[in-house]
């Protein structure tokens, strides 16, 4: 239903320096303007009207879609999802390149090369397929991952280990383990759908220049490491900027930040920056997408366990 | 799939042209590793000349050119290895040189390649294709390149392979000196066959596998030159007692099975096999379990426990007749891919145990770092492992990849 790389998830903004390269230079200024224009009414607002109604007004104003209102919080949390989710729908396949920068609590630095395809599947209630390829570190050049994403149920999951020549299928009930030693879980950048958590919006606020939906979304998988995320949503793009993910025991685990949004077909919004910080570890990953290809061919044979064995 | 690998690497501009215009572009890829082994043994050897220290290296190289959009493609990985106490060690061998063009469903290969069937842990019993490199390990992973024309068709009823098989490759066995070896030795000057093409005999194999939700099925069919020799007992030219393997032509039918449901595989794999007008089935199973995330760390501890039955009995070409396995893994999931495999392999019917440590981890980026430990306890002399008996060993290498 969605895309399989990290930039769905849901999170919100901190989008400070990037903002000007993700406007075409046509729509800045008229955009300039609008958010001239909507601060000041805002300010005007805030002086006469409680927060509420003036939040709702300026959304208004920003021309969005029309979402359920700040008292049925569930209803404006999962409208808010099912955006972003509509906004991506048709983006068929992808594929890219990622780099992952593990950094530890010593200020040592590794790297990951990686190559992600993803096939988009529009049936309800299943998630996108993906085959992900390692090229470094160079043990594990030409192991590769093939998902098939399910809503509430475990992935269907094959690794390939190129030195035997080995297909496995694997276990995924646990997505929440590091990913290749990173600070990056499995969950955090398989396919984001909708049906994956449960909504309730907490509030609106700006983020960085933008404004963004502030969202609370429980995991309905029953095996997630999370109990809850915290998702920054900006309100023009529909776009996760900032995620805080909660462990086990309720405590604040990780903020995941993700900048660098470029925009492709004029439609589809992908984060190429994502930093996640672990601040129980003082570990973080910087994860790079680059070379992203929209329509890059792909179809159901290149994600099949014979395709996973000639990946490269 | 797509090898967009090094033209999208070079950047947008250069990936798009792979992508408009696929068949201008070819990729090369060069990669390998240089792994230098260094053995201990800590029991003096039956066998003269059997040392206690040994080093060895070993290197594989791997070229590869994609062209077409990744849809043909050539890939050549040599391997050789020199060791300083065992002549029959010191040996090369093409893994892969093969030619493979995708079309649609249907991929076709040509050459020299390796092919893997199964789902168990400890004896890859329906793996059939290629011959076992036993010089190289005792797990029966280390495989020789075998040359082959191959079809493979992913269809929505499942995917198929067929396979002729033209060459036959004989298992490598260490010489008197190696170890771990048998206390007599074998003799591949007198190898015999089954047939009177010997290795020129065409070979002939194909599989069914699909997938089911959680279970994953296998069916597949052998004719030809047995990989797993009987060794018979003979002289040599100087009346020397030797082992002289002798490769029958047999039949076989195999099935794998593996059920994944949540944290728990469930593996069963075994093969109804003729061979020298004797019918036989071997067959092996069991469970593999993960506790993820124990106590509240990022480490993974996985069980696995496996049966391996052969209906003849222990012979001296299969040792595992009767024979329980239990292993311990853990990995913490840290960024030196860190791995600790315990198992123990146990007779049921002689009590002989063998038991094994592997450790391994990477070092910066380009070190990968094993240590293999392995001890034998309790085998009797009747035993098929007897040979062994004397060659608990430790093992340590160092890969160097580039």
């Known amino acids: 239903m969605t895309r399989f790389s990290i930039p769905d998830a849901n999170p919100i903004v901190r989008l400070t320096v990037n903002l000007r390269e993700e406007n075409q230079p046509m729509r800045m200024n008229a955009l300039n303007l609008h958010n001239m224009a909507l601060a000041w009414i805002i300010a005007a607002m805030l002086v006469i009207v409680p927060v509420g109604i003036s939040t709702a007004i300026a959304e208004e104003l920003a021309g969005l879609d029309t979402l359920p209102g700040a008292d049925d919080p569930a209803a404006r949390g999962l409208a808010i999802a099912q955006e972003t989710e509509r906004r991506d729908v048709g983006f068929n396949n992808t594929s890219a390149n990622m780099q992952m920068i593990l950094t530890n609590a010593y200020g040592e630095t590794s790297e990951r090369e990686l190559r992600n395809l993803v096939l988009e599947i529009t049936e309800d209630n299943e998630g996108d397929w993906s085959l992900i390829v390692f090229d470094k570190p160079r043990d594990v050049d030409g192991t590769a991952l093939l998902s098939y994403a399910h809503i509430l149920d475990p992935d269907d999951q094959w690794m390939y280990l190129p030195a035997v020549k080995r297909v496995k299928r694997i276990s995924s009930v646990n997505k929440s383990g590091p990913f290749m030693g990173s600070e990056f879980a499995f969950e955090d950048f398989s396919s984001q759908e909708v049906g994956k958590y449960s909504y309730n919006w907490l509030r609106d606020e700006a983020c960085g220049d933008r404004m963004c939906h502030v969202t609370e979304r429980t995991p309905l998988y029953e095996h997630s490491g999370y109990t809850r995320q915290i998702a920054w949503t900006d309100t023009t793009d529909y776009q996760p900027r900032t995620i805080e993910y909660y462990d086990r025991k309720d405590q604040l685990l990780k903020t995941l930040t993700m900048t660098d949004y470029r925009l492709y077909e004029d439609k589809h919004w992908r984060a190429h920056d994502l930093f996640m910080e672990n601040h129980q570890t003082g570990k973080n990953t910087r994860l790079v997408w680059s070379d992203f290809v929209f329509q890059a061919g792909l179809t159901e044979s290149d994600f099949t366990t014979n395709a996973l064995k000639r990946a490269r | ?402």
């Open chain 2, 1 to 402: 799939m797509k090898k967009l690998k090094a033209t999208c690497i070079a950047g947008l501009f250069t990936c798009g042209i792979a992508m408009t215009t696929p068949s201008m572009a070819t990729e090369f890829e060069f990669t390998g590793f240089v792994e230098p082994e260094f053995q201990v043994f800590p029991n003096r050897g039956n066998v003269a000349g059997q040392k206690r220290f040994n080093s060895s290296v070993a290197i594989e190289v791997t070229a590869e050119a994609f062209w077409d959009n990744g849809d043909q493609f050539v890939v050549f990985t040599p391997f050789a290895r020199l060791d300083q106490n065992d002549g029959n060690r010191t040996h090369a061998d093409i893994r892969e040189l093969k030619y493979a063009y995708v079309t649609g469903d249907w991929e076709f290969r040509v050459g020299i390649d390796k092919v893997f069937w199964g789902v168990t842990e400890v004896a890859h019993l329906v793996d059939i294709i290629n011959q076992t490199d036993q010089v190289e390990s005792l797990d029966g992973e280390e495989k020789l390149g075998q040359p082959m024309v191959a079809v493979s068709t992913v269809q929505d009823f499942g995917v198929f392979d067929f396979y002729l098989l033209p060459y036959f490759r004989e298992r490598t066995f260490p010489s008197m000196s190696g170890r771990p070896a048998f206390d007599i030795p074998v003799d591949e000057t007198q190898t015999m066959y089954g047939s009177n093409d010997k290795r020129q005999h065409l070979d002939f194999a194909t599989r069914y596998s699909n997938t089911f939700e959680d279970w994953d099925v296998g069916i597949a069919y052998f004719q030809g030159t047995g990989r797993d020799p009987v060794l018979m007992p003979g002289f040599d030219t100087g009346g020397n007692l030797v082992l002289i393997p002798l490769y029958a032509q047999i039949k076989q039918a195999s099935i794998d099975v593996q059920a994944t449901k949540d944290a728990w595989l469930y593996k069963f794999e075994g093969f109804w096999r003729r061979e020298l007008g004797e019918e036989y089935i071997q067959a092996t199973g069991g469970i593999e379990y993960t506790f993820y995330q124990i106590f509240d760390s990022a480490s993974d501890l996985g069980i696995v426990a496996e049966y391996i039955w052969d209906d003849r009995g222990a012979t001296n070409a299969n040792a595992f007749a009767n024979d329980a396995v239990a292993g311990l893994r853990w990995t913490p999931n840290d960024e030196a891919s860190t791995a600790v495999l315990l198992a123990s392999v146990v007779d049921i019917d002689t009590q002989a145990v063998s038991l094994s440590l592997e450790a391994e981890r990477r070092f910066g980026d380009d070190y990968f770092v094993s240590l293999e430990a392995r001890v034998f306890e309790n085998v009797q002399r009747t035993d098929p492992l007897f040979s062994f008996a004397d060659d608990d060993f430790i093992q340590l290498r160092v890969a160097r990849y580039f």
